[in-house]
């Protein structure tokens, strides 16, 4: 058997995707039983968090195993084959140990070095124990990546290159300001009371605000989670609502993490702009707010020239109702937009903007273009030649850490917020710094990948060598009767002294070749020496089967971790 990791996570998929695919804790333990069902697997475990979601089997067959797990995965998680394929990483024997382990030390987190995936990894553990889908292979796998987890965190400095999702999220809400400083009496709400957001109520409430409410769809773990805030010795205001309080909720509070199991949205954008309203914040950015980005003209374009509110009557766009500022890919001024009015309003565009008439002329345009994007940080919008400001700061700060997304995207579009999820923290941990730990913690599994796979090949050949010894042991036991046969006048004393010299010499004869071959399977391509060995002895292949079903039997039986 070998083991098989099929998954996709943040580093192979857009959010979107990722989104799409996430797996909801009913829909985890189905994909676990029919894997263990299904022909090539024997063994499942599924690690799913916020931007990743793997599938580990032990199958006999590679190729048969990657098409059923991938089938799996698609059909479990509602989205197509098809569609999914792209986005897959295939991960084999030595290579998926790396890339778990990897995994464990936070190296392929979407913040490097966060240690909440090892709870994580022993959450998944703990699941396939209590359905008995982690044989001994993925207990000893999953159980010692969390050793490999801890080792890197203890041993080198990798928590000083990561954080916690948290942390990063918060300090890309509060920008350039120290979140200590930001947070310092401001009023959070903490939506949600799992794991990541009873770590978003005690990172608030030790960056000092001054009241953290939780509101949660069950009444006792969120009184729970204002229990354990109460007795961090913060000093923190804590109070438990129930869900439908939300909305009120907002119209009060500064800050909001959002991160639940929901499937569908938790906050949508209207509840947003209605808290915003009752605080007297203009719901939708205007141009009074955030003057829009500089024209064509403006940048210096020798034949461009502004649109005046004349060009814009015959356009079958609502520019009006549209956020200023175009979004890289468009998507803020063209959402929902159908494909007939799209072209429309592109031949529009074509028609009221003249373009450049000679190289030098586009060349200049494109690099004035390119000098706007740089310094506002988007490609800016050709509209009036009005100089860019600032936006205000804004009075409702959202983290949405929930995957499926529990806030309204739409809501980037709503004045006076800012949201920060999971697709914009992937963008910005892609330029985050890398620590010298790192090169470090990548030694470190290296080194537990090479021991493992010396575990995992002499784990290969004890069966065989266990199977050898219940044969000489019969041997022995055989020859013992035969000699009482021919001798039956030997008493107690002479026979216990034979036998035991009979075993003596049958395990010193079988001690040097065992260990050695045990010593020769660890090593890379030492798989056949089990054969070998089978074939030597002549020993009855369905024995060691057995054997080696009985140890996966212990393995499956054992309790969660």
Not at 52 to 77: C, M, N, P
Request: aromatic letters at 2%; proline letters at 4%.
């Amino acid at each position: 058997m070998s083991l098989l990791v099929v998954g996709l996570s943040h580093r192979s998929a857009p959010v979107s995707v990722l989104e799409r695919a996430a797996l909801s804790a009913d829909a985890q333990i189905k994909l676990l039983q029919d894997t263990v069902a299904a022909e090539p697997a024997t063994e499942a475990a599924v690690l799913a968090t916020c931007n990743r979601i793997e599938l580990y089997a032990d199958v006999d067959k590679f190729h048969a195993g990657v098409a059923e797990l991938s089938t799996l995965l698609a059909q479990h998680s509602g989205v197509g084959l098809d569609e999914l394929t792209p986005y897959l990483y295939v991960h084999y024997e030595d290579r998926a140990v790396h890339h778990l382990f990897s995994v464990a030390c936070g190296l392929d987190s979407m913040v490097v070095g966060e240690g909440q995936i090892l709870g994580q990894i022993k959450d998944s553990l703990a699941r396939a124990q209590d359905l008995h889908t982690a044989g001994r292979l993925l207990n000893d796998l999953f159980q010692q990546a969390l050793r490999v987890g801890k080792r890197a965190h203890s041993e080198t400095g990798i928590d000083r290159a990561g954080q916690s999702l948290v942390t990063f999220g918060l300090e890309q809400l509060s920008r350039t300001t120290a979140v200590q400083d930001w947070a310092r009496g401001k009023k959070a709400l903490v939506i949600g009371a799992g794991s990541m957001s009873s770590l978003a109520a005690a990172t608030l409430a030790r960056a000092g605000v001054a009241e953290v409410v939780v509101a949660n769809r069950t009444a006792d773990r969120a009184e729970r989670l204002v229990e354990i805030l109460g007795e961090g010795g913060t000093g923190v205001s804590a109070r438990a609502v129930a869900m439908d309080a939300v909305p009120g909720e907002l119209t009060r509070a500064d800050i909001a993490v959002s991160c639940t199991g929901a499937t569908g949205l938790v906050l949508a954008s209207e509840t947003v702009a209605g808290a915003l309203k009752d605080r007297g914040v203009p719901a939708r950015l205007g141009a009074d707010e955030v003057p829009p980005a500089p024209t064509r003209a403006a940048l210096g374009g020798t034949n461009a020239r502004s649109l005046t509110a004349a060009d814009e009557e015959n356009c079958p766009l609502d520019l009006a109702a549209v956020q200023s500022g175009f979004s890289v890919m468009g998507e803020a001024a063209v959402a929902g937009m159908d494909a007939a009015t799209l072209e429309q309003h592109a031949a529009w565009v074509d028609n009221g903007i003249p373009r450049p008439q000679s190289p030098a002329d586009e060349a200049e345009a494109i690099a004035a273009l390119a000098a706007a994007a740089a310094t506002v940080g988007r490609i800016p919008e050709r509209r009036r030649p009005e100089p860019v400001a600032e936006a205000p700061e804004p009075v409702l700060y959202l983290l949405d850490l929930a995957m499926p997304r529990d806030i309204d995207a739409a809501v980037h579009r709503l004045g006076g917020v800012r949201l920060v999820d999971i697709e914009s923290l992937a963008e910005a941990s892609a330029d985050a710094p890398m620590a010298a730990d790192v090169d470090q913690v990548r030694r470190i599994v290296a080194d537990e990948v090479a021991a493992f796979g010396a575990a995992l090949r002499a784990a290969h050949i004890t069966p065989t060598v266990v199977a050898l010894r219940t044969m000489a042991a019969d041997v022995v036991a055989a020859e013992i009767a035969r000699l009482e046969g021919r001798l039956p006048g030997l008493d107690d004393k002479h026979r216990a002294e034979i036998t035991q010299t009979v075993k003596r010499v049958v395990d010193k004869l079988l001690h040097a070749p065992t260990e050695r071959v045990k010593q020769l399977a660890a090593e890379p391509g030492g798989a056949g020496y089990a054969d070998a060995l089978r074939t030597l002895f002549d020993l009855d292949p369905e024995t060691v089967a057995a054997v080696s079903r009985a140890g996966d039997s212990t393995e499956k039986d054992r309790g969660p971790v």
